[in-house]
């Protein structure tokens, strides 16, 4: 199997909300000091399930990670997990994307590695949440997709994808070279190895600009928009939380009851 | 499609009635298609859905496409996008809408990059600018800790994914007259890529957490599965559901099914009792639309008090039991 998984760099959405800053003149996250970016979370658990499927059969894990000003501790962690190349997508022309010109410049991506059977990435990002890249990727390649995995399993040319939907889950059978994109649902990605770590070091990422990839600027980054941002803000939130006080917790607990009581939410 | 006109709905069809998030989309697509002086239209996929197509009338359509194939039965992907394809070639929308469920977060972005048009997922606002008169989509990113507005320009439609309960509905109007139009999807069993081969439901009894009035919700700190038991028997007292933070899923102390968020439900009661949950924006982009919001916390400082109307600082399992008991005397009383 030769699977190729898409994982993103991003500012750590475990980050305490107060850290979060944007500059609203640029409509631009600030970077929160001190508080390195993460391989996103769906994204690292994308890893996980082909590293699964190389487990139970063999194969070759191929990374691909787009993004400006990446560190090489953050974007190696898949490495270090037990994935076997890693190719960067490094080029300003690539900045600014949004899902449409993100999903065209890892579809070349995904063509010059060829030979694929399967790519995954995770259900969305942690940064703009969209959820569309998995889904745009597979139609760009003219590939079938399946969205929000929980188990992944190959046999016979084919994929078994046991998927997530609100009141529990369905089995979708997809022959391969597909789409899967991931989600939390698949369980705990594994921790990297001192060995896989250490090979991790060890091994060069392959980058690639747009000219390698051939990539028609005005489909890329902000230039291949279809969505233009407009805005970015951060919602006001009135802080008027009565808290309810107690010589003891369990006081505290009646009395709770009883305001409820009295403003007539219970 | 310069010519591309109104506004079009991608309508869910829930035992025989328009599901409840298709009317929250016909509500705002009425406004938005009034904003704009045009028809609103809805799309209905699959057989036997007369009856549907004409409460879809009453709930705000103008016109309604049906699309009636056997292969459109159950949602699948494959088949479902070449048939809104399809809609979309004969009614040419300015503005199609879909909801952020199940279907839509499936098949919307699909869709998008077949028609090569911009989308933005998952919004809690959706106006039209005056000036432009392109449609406004705001959403949540960054898990909910940033509000992003977007425009698509140049492109149509423009489509969007309406977040469950984010928008009202239209009151029903059987008086309102519509039109329905037949398309013919005219698909092939070859168009199934990725086949459903099984469906297995996994939802815990009881009343479901989206219709549920009082949600009782419960977070990593709650320690381990036992202690949801808690939280079960304040639930039960108010004929409510429990809920809980991915990190509880996670855990594997409840199941998935019961998860609260972002990627989880969207829950909208009237009240919610969040239990031993740090109010992650992840999580409340899941409860922000409850009615009161109490929370329990050990932690003052916890992101919680900051969106929680009431709020107690202890510890839960000091707090539950008096708690259970002072309510279970006030509802007898």
Known sequence: ?266 | MADAKGVLVFGEVADGTVAAATQELLGVGCRLASALGEPLSVALLGPGLTAAAKEAIAFGADKVYVVDDPLLQAYQPDPYVAAMEKVCAQASPRILLLSQNDVGRDLAPRLAFRLGTGLSTDCIDLCIDESSKLLLETRPVYGGNALAQFVCEGCSPQIATARAKAFEALARDDSRQGEVISIAAGLDASVVRAATVQKVKEETEGVRLEDAVVVVSGGRGMGGAENFQMLEALAKLFGGAVGATRAACDSGWVPATIQIGLTGKIVSPTVYFAVALSGASQHMAGCSGAKNIIAINKDPEANIFRAAHYGVVGDYKQVLPALVEKCKELLAG
């Open chain 1, 1 to 266: 199997m030769n699977m190729i998984v898409c994982a993103k760099q991003v500012p750590d959405p475990e980050a305490p909300p107060a850290t979060f800053k944007i500059d609203t003149a640029a409509n631009k996250v600030i970077p929160p000091q001190g508080v390195a970016p993460v391989i996103s979370p769906f994204d690292e658990q994308a890893v996980e399930a082909a590293l699964r499927i190389k487990d139970a059969q063999g194969g070759k894990v191929s990374v691909i990670t787009m993004g400006k000003n990446l560190l090489p501790d953050v974007v190696k962690k898949p490495l270090s997990m037990g994935a076997d190349e890693l190719y960067l997508l490094e080029d300003d022309a690539f900045e600014n994307g949004d899902s449409y010109s993100n999903a065209y410049v890892l579809s070349l991506a995904a063509k010059k590695i060829g030979d694929y059977d399967v790519i995954f990435c995770g259900r969305q990002a942690a940064d703009w949440d969209a959820g569309q890249v998995g889904m745009g990727l597979a139609e760009m390649l003219g590939i079938p997709c399946v969205t929000v995995a929980r188990k992944v399993e190959a046999a016979d040319g084919k994929l078994r994808v046991e998927r997530v939907v609100s009141d529990g889950y369905e089995v979708v059978e997809v022959r391969t070279p597909a789409v899967i994109t991931v989600s939390n649902e698949l369980g705990e990605p594994r921790y990297a190895t001192l060995k896989g770590i250490m090979a991790a070091g060890r091994k060069k990422p392959t980058v690639w600009n747009a000219g390698d990839l051939g990539a028609d600027p005005a489909k890329s980054g902000g230039a291949g928009r279809k969505s233009k941002l407009m805005k970015l803000f951060i919602p006001v939130r009135e802080g008027t939380c009565l808290i309810v006080e107690g010589e003891s917790a369990a006081e505290a607990a009646l009395n709770l009851a009883l305001k409820l009581r009295a403003d007539k939410v219970i």
